[in-house]
Nanobody, 124 residues
Framework: QVQLVESGGGLVQAGGSLRLSCVAS????????LGWFRQAPGKGREFVVA????????TTGDSEKGRFSISRDNAKNTVYLQMNSLKPEDTALYYC?????????????????WGQGTQVTVSS
């Protein structure tokens, strides 16, 4: 069983930055691909970005591209989401999750373990 704990969320003004962290318990972290998703009030869960076991980034090419980046530190069992130039529409609960190993990276159905989320609120 793997547990994920996100942190680093908070209230920030538009144009600001935040770095989210996600720490995983258990073994085998270096072999996992992980993703960040977000969910705004009244909306479904949305893919943000993912990173595979080798450190390559998987992105949809949407507006987050260029503002958000993902990285991992296998020695610390941690994946990070660096968010720059934040906008009010980035306000959401941000989750990290472990990719199951098959299926689309962009679908939340392809992820097997989820954290509880960390709230990001961007004021205008």
């Amino acid at each position: 069983q793997v547990q994920l704990v996100e942190s680093g969320g908070g209230l920030v003004q538009a144009g600001g930055s935040l770095r989210l962290s996600c720490v995983a318990s258990g073994r085998g972290f270096a072999n996992y691909a992980l993703g960040w998703f977000r969910q705004a009030p009244g909306k479904g869960r949305e893919f943000v970005v993912a990173i595979d076991w080798s450190g390559d980034t998987i992105t949809t090419g949407d507006s987050e591209k260029g503002r958000f980046s993902i990285s991992r530190d296998n020695a610390k069992n941690t994946v990070y989401l660096q968010m720059n130039s934040l906008k009010p529409e980035d306000t959401a609960l941000y989750y990290c999750a472990i990719y199951y190993g098959s299926g689309s990276y962009y679908s939340d159905k392809s992820y097997v373990y989820w954290g509880q989320g960390t709230q990001v609120t961007v004021s205008s």
